[in-house]
Nanobody, 121 residues
Framework: QLQASGGGLVQAGGSLRLSCAPS????????MSWFRQAPGKEREFVAA????????FYAPSAKGRFTISRGNAKNTVYLQMNSLKPEDTAVYYC????????????????WGKGTLVTVSS
């Protein structure tokens, strides 16, 4: 129901823009977030945006380099990633939740299918 796209291979210092859109239903009243999981590591929070007023939240590793935003219909979420580093290499997932801004990986309503981001040094 949620599909992330926009991943790929990029050199360190480069940029990518990830998108996440639903299929088969809408998520207009849901808070939306991005998580990532690097090989051999736990899933970690990257960025979130609230449904009500589009307040944004960032992990320290993302702050200043990544920007989360929603589409005009609020049904799509984007993650603009600049100044990418090799340690940003991971599968990136979009996550939605109706009641809580998702900053922890457990207990959220929906996980999307991920997109792989690989940053070469």
């Amino acid at each position: 129901q949620l599909q992330a796209s926009g991943g790929g291979l990029v050199q360190a210092g480069g940029s990518l823009r990830l998108s996440c859109a639903p299929s088969g239903r809408t998520f207009n009243n849901y808070h939306m977030s991005w998580f990532r999981q690097a090989p051999g590591k736990e899933r970690e929070f990257v960025a979130a945006i609230s449904w009500s007023d589009s307040t944004t939240f960032y992990a320290p590793s993302a702050k200043g380099r990544f920007t989360i935003s929603r589409g005009n219909a609020k049904n799509t979420v984007y993650l603009q990633m600049n100044s990418l580093k090799p340690e940003d290499t991971a599968v990136y997932y979009c996550v939605v939740d109706r009641n809580t801004i998702p900053t922890m990986p457990d207990g959220v309503d929906y996980w999307g299918k991920g997109t792989l981001v690989t940053v070469s040094s």
